[in-house]
C-alpha cells in the first residue's frame, strides 16, 4: 500500500469513527469536496479506488496520430523500407496526412523500430555540379521495369522537372516520340541540350538528325559513365523505390497513376537537392531569367553541330565527341 493510500484510507477511517465531516476536514487540513471525492472512490472500488488516476484525457480532439494512421507508417517503414522523409511525402501523397518529421519519428521511437540499416560505400567527396537555368541540360534514359515495359525519363539539370512515360521497346522511333510528344509538350520552358547515354536508342542516326532540326544539341556520355547523368539515374530508382513498389505494374490504369506520380514528383515533392523546393517552385524562382525558345534558336549555330558515331574510340578518333556543357 501506498504512502498516498494509507493516508486517505485513514481519513475515510476518522470519518466512520466519529461521522462529522467538518472536524475530520480541520484536523487533516483537506476540504469537504476532497472528502467527499475519496469516500465515493473507497466505496466503489475499495483500496484500488484510493489510488491515483491517470491524468491523460480520456479524449484528445487535437490528437493528430490514431491507431489506423500508426499501422500505416509501420507498415511503410517495415515492408517499403523508407526513411522518415519518404514515410512523410507518402503519407501526403495517398493519405492526405500532413505530419512533421518529428511526430513519424516518435511513432518509429514508440515501436521501437531501429534506424535503417543501409549499406554505404563511402568514397571522396565528388564535385557536385548543376545547371544555372532550366532547359541548358537536359538529362534522359530508359529504364526496364517488365518484360516489355520500358520507361523513359527526361529530367532537368537545373530544376530537377521531369517527364516519364511507359514504351513496349526501348527504339529511336520511341525516343524521337518520347521527345516530340511528350516532352516538349510537357517541359514548361525550352531546351537547349539532351545528355544521354550511348544506348542505340540514342545514339540513332535519326535521332541526332532530328535533334538538329530542332535546334537542340546532343552530348553523349561517354561510355560507362553512369555517375555523368546521375541525376536521372537517382530519379529513376526514386520511381521504384516510390512509385512502382506500391502499384501493381499489371493495372490497366497505370499509365494514368504514372501521370499522377510525374504531377505530384513536379509539384508537391520536395527535393533534398533543391534545399526542400518543389521542381515547380525551382522553375518560377527562375522564370525571368528563363530563355525563350526564340532566344535559343539564335545562338544555336548547326555548323558547330554533326552527327556522332555510335562507336566511342572512332568518334574520339575522329575527334567528334563534344564536351558535356
Not at 14 to 26: F, M, P, S
Not at 75 to 82: A, M, Y
Not at 125 to 150: E, F, S, T
Request: hydrophobic share 30%; proline share 5%.
Amino acid at each position: 500500500m501506498s504512502k498516498h493510500v494509507k493516508t486517505r484510507l485513514g481519513w475515510i477511517e476518522l470519518y466512520q469513527e466519529i461521522g462529522d465531516a467538518v472536524k475530520v476536514c480541520r484536523r487533516c487540513g483537506i476540504s469537504r469536496p476532497t472528502l467527499r471525492k475519496w469516500l465515493k472512490r473507497y466505496e466503489e472500488k475499495g483500496l484500488d479506488g484510493l489510488e491515483d488516476y491517470s491524468r491523460k484525457p480520456i479524449n484528445s480532439p487535437s490528437r493528430k496520430i490514431f491507431s489506423e494512421q500508426e499501422l500505416i507508417i509501420l507498415s511503410l517503414r517495415q515492408e517499403r523500407k523508407l526513411g522518415v522523409r519518404r514515410i512523410q511525402s507518402e503519407l501526403k501523397r495517398h493519405h492526405e496526412l500532413s505530419l512533421s518529421l518529428a511526430t513519424i519519428h516518435k511513432i518509429l521511437k514508440k515501436h521501437q523500430l531501429p534506424y535503417l540499416q543501409k549499406k554505404r560505400n563511402y568514397r571522396k567527396q565528388a564535385k557536385r555540379y548543376n545547371c544555372k537555368l532550366p532547359g541548358q541540360r537536359v538529362q534522359m534514359d530508359v529504364c526496364k521495369i517488365a518484360n516489355r515495359l520500358y520507361q523513359y525519363t527526361a529530367i532537368d539539370d537545373c530544376t530537377r522537372y521531369k517527364v516519364i512515360a511507359l514504351y513496349k521497346r526501348r527504339t529511336a522511333k520511341n525516343t524521337l516520340d518520347f521527345i516530340e510528344n511528350q516532352v516538349f509538350y510537357r517541359l514548361p520552358f525550352p531546351i537547349q541540350r539532351i545528355q544521354t547515354d550511348r544506348g542505340q536508342e540514342f545514339m540513332a542516326y535519326e535521332v541526332q538528325e532530328k535533334l538538329l532540326e530542332w535546334g537542340i544539341k546532343f552530348r553523349p556520355v561517354r561510355p560507362a559513365s553512369p555517375h555523368l547523368n546521375g541525376k536521372v539515374e537517382r530519379s529513376q530508382r526514386t520511381d521504384l523505390d516510390e512509385f512502382y513498389s506500391a502499384v501493381d505494374i499489371k493495372d490497366p490504369n497505370l499509365e494514368e497513376l504514372l501521370s499522377d506520380w510525374e504531377f505530384y514528383y513536379n509539384w508537391h515533392r520536395p527535393h533534398s537537392s533543391l534545399n526542400g523546393k518543389t521542381p515547380q517552385e525551382k522553375h518560377i524562382e527562375l522564370l525571368d531569367k528563363t530563355p525563350l525558345w526564340e532566344d535559343i534558336d539564335k545562338i544555336f549555330d548547326p555548323k558547330k553541330e554533326t552527327i556522332i558515331p555510335h562507336n566511342y574510340q572512332t568518334a574520339s578518333s575522329l575527334k567528334m565527341l563534344k564536351p558535356s556543357l
